[in-house]
């Protein structure tokens, strides 16, 4: 398998700008969770889906961060207008089945640099 | 009541010495407790979780030592080797239903050669 695969790797981009983060959850998981990570805060989680429904949304900053999954390999964090305080790194993490016990798989991440 | 506390931010471990990380959670329904290790420019991985039935959990060099009455538990890693240098994560979750994990903010461990 090849894991979770996010995209891009690396975004930078100027303030203003909208940013679409991507993600490819593991064949077969039910469960994808966005997390952001930065120096200050750590890793925090933004939003998280079961069986593609968004379950909590309440680490999700401000109205200007969406997420979306519109089926179970494809899932978006979008970013409108992005600003500087939004540059860190996003990871996506999957897990299968919906327990807390499971295993959350992550990716890579993204790092976005806004100017 | 949801925040897990972990402590110390950074550490820095002689090659062969043991590393300590300790985390705190306030909220007694937390019943599965994973640790994650991140390399640089890696995602998070799991390491080693425990549930509350047992005090401790011991995989090669790594073990957790878990303390339900004080709602605490840590992570030590023994004879600690430069490739364990990496960020830690304590989390702290409910076992049952559709939960997630509160996360600790991290420890930085550099194991110097």
């Known amino acids: 398998d090849a894991g979770v695969i996010q995209s891009p790797r690396h975004e930078v981009t100027e303030m203003g700008q909208e940013v679409t983060l991507r993600c490819k959850p593991i064949s077969g998981h039910n469960s994808l969770f966005w997390y952001r990570q930065t120096m200050m805060r750590g890793l925090e989680l933004l939003i998280y889906?079961?069986?593609?429904?968004?379950?909590?949304d309440s680490g999700m900053p401000e109205d200007r961060f969406s997420a979306k999954m519109p089926n179970a390999s494809f899932s978006t964090l979008k970013i409108q207008p992005s600003e500087p305080r939004d540059s860190a790194v996003y990871f996506c993490?999957?897990?299968?089945?919906?327990?807390?016990?499971?295993?959350?798989?992550f990716g890579p991440g993204t790092r976005l640099t806004v100017l | 009541q949801q925040q897990v506390k972990q402590s110390p931010q950074s550490l820095i471990v002689q090659k062969g010495g043991i590393s300590i990380i300790n985390c705190a959670y306030e909220?007694?329904?937390?019943?599965?407790f994973p640790w994650y290790q991140q390399f640089p420019g890696k995602g998070p991985a799991l390491l080693i979780a425990i549930r509350p039935d047992v005090s401790e959990k011991k995989e090669g060099r790594f073990t957790i030592s878990f303390n339900k009455s004080a709602k605490q538990f840590s992570l030590h890693i023994m004879d600690s080797q430069p490739g364990d240098s990496a960020t830690y994560f304590c989390a702290a979750s409910q076992a049952s239903g559709t939960y997630k994990y509160i996360f600790g903010t991290g420890t930085r461990l550099k194991v110097l050669a």
């Open positions: 889906f079961n069986n593609n429904v968004p379950i909590d």
């Open positions: 993490a999957s897990r299968e089945g919906v327990a807390g016990y499971n295993e959350q798989f």
């Open positions: 909220n007694t329904a937390f019943d599965y």
